[in-house]
């Protein structure tokens, strides 16, 4: 009678032990939720750039040479033509002077050659010979003058000394630039745009900058001017940001800029983890319904849901990877939006 009664209680045991771990485990699976609301969103081409004048020119020299006078300060204005600096010029002199001495050589034996020739003492191809390289030795000397222009460094616009690079003494070649003369305004944004994007933006497009040196403050700008050809080694297309006369970005500044292709004020925003495979779970009751949708803009929080969804619908953030169409679920009683 005892062995019957263990024997009873044993299998009530198993099957209140079996009847939890069914309940347990078929039981709806929790899931945090949140509310899908409205606010702005914006889509934007991504650039990165310097800033630098509208009107400016690199300055450098065009023979190599060692600097022998710096005659502009950095901040100085200065007129085109000024002297910006002098290039020791002894060898191109020496070279003058030699052939001066040859062309007045020549040009004596020709005098000489032609007074012979009147006497007919000497045949005319003669004279004609000794013309013929008197004239060359001229043109050489007038060549040889021109050079020694190249040893001069001069403004070849007016504007003010917005960096000067080099120091006496210092040997300088073809490639160094040696000042940037140019306006201190007005300023624009010299920058690159990959090329998968380039069709996307026009002159005219509003464009946010954000640079270090103003953190957490967006800057203003224009997309001014796209160069008709772009880099096919580094895939991308230049681009140019005109800036507002009273911007705080100063010359050389390199900046990040974001141009504005599309701005919606009252964009449907839903949580971007809610989002799997192209679709939501919107919950109904303790039951959700799978819904795609078409997304629009997406950043790292929130996406724009531009078709499949509207303001105050609950979807599932983050939802399990077992989660189906009409499944039940449980949401924590103190949930809250997202």
């Given at each position: 009678?005892?062995?019957?009664?263990?024997?009873?209680?044993?299998?009530?045991?198993?099957?209140?032990?079996?009847?939890?771990?069914?309940?347990?485990?078929?039981?709806?699976?929790?899931?945090?939720?949140?509310?899908?609301?409205t606010?702005?969103?914006?889509?934007?081409?991504?650039?990165?750039?310097?800033?630098?004048?509208?009107?400016?020119?690199?300055?450098?020299?065009?023979?190599?040479?060692?600097?022998?006078?710096?005659?502009?300060?950095?901040?100085?204005?200065?007129?085109?033509?000024?002297?910006?600096?002098?290039?020791?010029?002894?060898?191109?002199?020496?070279?003058?002077?030699?052939?001066?001495?040859?062309?007045?050589?020549?040009?004596?034996?020709?005098?000489?050659?032609?007074a012979?020739?009147?006497?007919?003492?000497?045949?005319?191809?003669a004279?004609?010979?000794?013309?013929?390289e008197?004239?060359?030795?001229?043109?050489?000397?007038?060549?040889?003058?021109?050079?020694?222009?190249?040893?001069?460094l001069?403004?070849?616009?007016?504007?003010?000394?917005?960096r000067?690079?080099?120091?006496?003494?210092?040997?300088?070649?073809?490639?160094?630039?040696?000042?940037?003369?140019?306006?201190?305004?007005?300023?624009?944004?010299?920058?690159?745009?990959?090329?998968?994007?380039?069709?996307?933006?026009?002159?005219?497009?509003?464009?946010?900058?954000?640079?270090?040196?103003?953190?957490?403050?967006?800057?203003?700008?224009?997309?001014?001017?796209?160069?008709?050809?772009?880099?096919?080694?580094?895939?991308?297309?230049?681009?140019?940001?005109?800036?507002?006369a009273?911007?705080?970005?100063?010359?050389?500044?390199?900046?990040?800029?974001?141009?504005?292709?599309?701005?919606?004020?009252?964009?449907?925003?839903?949580?971007?983890a809610?989002?799997?495979?192209?679709?939501?779970?919107?919950?109904?009751?303790?039951?959700?319904?799978?819904?795609?949708?078409?997304?629009?803009?997406?950043?790292?929080?929130?996406?724009?849901?531009?078709?499949?969804?509207?303001?105050?619908?609950r979807?599932?953030?983050?939802?399990?990877a077992?989660?189906?169409?009409?499944?039940?679920?449980r949401?924590?009683?103190?949930?809250?939006?997202?």
């Amino acid at each position: 009678m005892r062995a019957l009664i263990r024997l009873a209680i044993a299998i009530l045991l198993v099957g209140a032990v079996g009847g939890a771990a069914w309940w347990w485990f078929a039981r709806p699976p929790l899931v945090q939720t949140a509310e899908v609301v409205t606010g702005p969103a914006v889509e934007a081409v991504y650039a990165t750039g310097t800033v630098e004048p509208v009107i400016w020119a690199r300055i450098g020299p065009v023979v190599k040479g060692r600097l022998m006078t710096l005659a502009a300060e950095e901040g100085q204005r200065v007129r085109p033509g000024d002297v910006l600096a002098r290039l020791d010029d002894t060898v191109a002199q020496a070279q003058v002077q030699e052939a001066e001495a040859r062309a007045s050589f020549l040009r004596e034996e020709a005098v000489r050659l032609r007074a012979l020739a009147a006497r007919e003492i000497v045949a005319r191809a003669a004279l004609d010979r000794a013309e013929s390289e008197a004239r060359a030795a001229e043109a050489i000397v007038e060549a040889a003058r021109r050079r020694l222009d190249d040893y001069v460094l001069r403004a070849p616009m007016g504007g003010v000394v917005l960096r000067r690079d080099g120091e006496i003494g210092e040997v300088v070649d073809t490639l160094n630039t040696i000042f940037v003369v140019g306006e201190k305004s007005p300023l624009r944004i010299t920058a690159e745009v990959d090329e998968e994007d380039i069709t996307r933006i026009a002159p005219g497009q509003r464009a946010l900058v954000k640079a270090d040196a103003f953190p957490g403050r967006p800057l203003a700008g224009t997309l001014a001017e796209i160069t008709p050809k772009g880099d096919p080694r580094l895939k991308v297309y230049r681009v140019r940001i005109a800036l507002p006369a009273d911007t705080p970005l100063l010359v050389g500044m390199t900046v990040e800029a974001n141009i504005i292709i599309r701005e919606e004020a009252r964009a449907v925003l839903a949580p971007a983890a809610s989002v799997r495979d192209g679709a939501v779970f919107v919950l109904d009751g303790t039951v959700v319904r799978r819904v795609p949708v078409t997304l629009g803009v997406q950043g790292p929080q929130r996406v724009e849901v531009r078709e499949g969804l509207e303001a105050g619908m609950r979807v599932v953030v983050d939802p399990p990877a077992a989660l189906a169409d009409g499944a039940r679920v449980r949401v924590p009683t103190n949930a809250v939006a997202r």
